[in-house]
């Protein structure tokens, strides 16, 4: 069981910044692929970025790409997302995610989910 709890959240200002943090605990962090989901309001939760258990290989959607930063801390087994330049349509509840499957399969395989943190840009 992997436990995972996001952080960072907020309310910032087209063209603005966010880095948002996943916490992870319970079993070996670095076995896993992380990565991050989105979901507006009225929308399907859509995959945001994912990153590989090595940390070395990183999968960006088209939307994000230029923009978004992920990264992952092995010492406090924590993923963070560095989000730069937002925009109004970036406002979503961010999901952290963990995929026992390669960093390309996290799209579509999720084994572990946080509770999500809020972000909101307002134009």
């Known amino acids: 069981q992997v436990q995972l709890v996001e952080s960072g959240g907020g309310l910032v200002q087209a063209g603005g910044s966010l880095r948002l943090s996943c916490a992870a605990s319970g079993r070996t962090f670095s076995s896993y692929a992380m990565g991050w989901f989105r979901q507006a309001p009225g929308k399907e939760r859509e995959f945001v970025v994912a990153i590989s258990w090595s940390g070395d290989n990183t999968y960006y959607a088209d939307s994000v790409k230029g923009r978004f930063t992920v990264s992952r801390d092995f010492a406090e087994d924590t993923v963070y997302l560095q989000m730069n330049s937002l925009k109004p349509e970036d406002t979503a509840v961010y999901y952290c995610?963990?995929?026992?499957?390669?960093?390309?399969?996290?799209?579509?395989?999720?084994?572990?989910w946080g509770q999500g943190t809020q972000v909101t840009v307002s134009s």
């Open positions: 995610a963990a995929s026992s499957k390669l960093y390309r399969r996290l799209p579509y395989e999720v084994d572990y």
